[in-house]
């Protein structure tokens, strides 16, 4: 199975920028999509396809990359943005990263 | 509009099965896959598996000798099983539609998940 690796959790002020990194064991070509996840929330998609933003998400999330190397970015990061971030490929059996906790400072 | 609603038991005791049931509307099951994906407390998210738009499935590796993923279209329900269960699969259980037309495979709509705990 295809692993993805995360960075590790965040601390950020409203107002900053903040860039998620995702690393794929293999070339998921874009097939890589991101999730919010807030506390006893459902996951949200927020990008699909490496970098197309979800219908109704601000254009304050932002994703780019191919192949093996991905990055999440929000810019500004608001309160409301403190969550856990998945990224997750389906390029072949899915799998999802293990979460990036954005923590405000 | 899109929902999907998951149903089922909230408790399981080891060694039984657990039967779910995913209950559309918004949207038909012939257009769009759907599937389960489970959260164990405070854990990350595990795909579980897909029924895809013509009903034929796949799933993970790890959970694939005990685990079935059928639907009723009629009724818009999907449902999912697993045998042999064990306090590890005490996870939050989600179904999540995916686009069916171009196959990307990412999750644009997730049900509010069902808490399933497995104990004696």
């Known amino acids: 199975d295809t692993v993805l690796t995360q960075s590790p959790a965040l601390a950020v002020s409203p107002g900053e920028r903040v860039t998620i990194s995702c690393r794929a064991s293999?070339?998921?070509?874009?097939?890589m999509h991101w999730y919010q996840q807030k506390p006893g929330q459902q996951p949200k998609l927020l990008i699909y396809k490496a970098s197309n933003l979800a219908s109704g998400v601000p254009a304050r999330f932002s994703g780019s990359g191919s192949g093996t190397d991905f990055t999440f970015t929000i810019d500004p990061v608001e309160a409301d943005d403190i969550a856990t971030y998945y990224c997750h490929q389906s390029w072949n059996s899915p799998t999802f990263g293990a979460g990036t906790k954005l923590e405000l400072k | 509009q899109v929902q999907l609603k998951e149903s089922g038991p909230g408790l399981v005791q080891p060694s039984q099965t657990l039967s779910l049931t995913c209950t559309v509307s918004g949207f038909s099951l012939t257009s769009y896959h759907v599937s389960w994906v489970r959260q164990p407390p405070g854990k990350g998210l595990e795909w579980m598996g897909v029924i895809w738009t013509g009903g034929s499935t796949a799933y993970n590796s790890l959970l694939k000798s005990r685990l079935s993923i059928s639907r009723d279209i009629s009724k818009s329900q999907v449902f999912l099983k697993m045998n042999s269960l064990q306090t590890e699969d005490t996870a939050t259980y989600y179904c999540?539609?995916?686009?069916?037309?171009?196959?990307?495979?990412?999750?644009?709509?997730w049900g509010q998940g069902v808490m399933v705990t497995v104990s004696s």
């Open positions: 293999e070339s998921v070509s874009t097939l």
């Open positions: 999540a539609r995916e686009e069916g037309l171009y196959n990307s495979g990412y999750f644009d709509y």
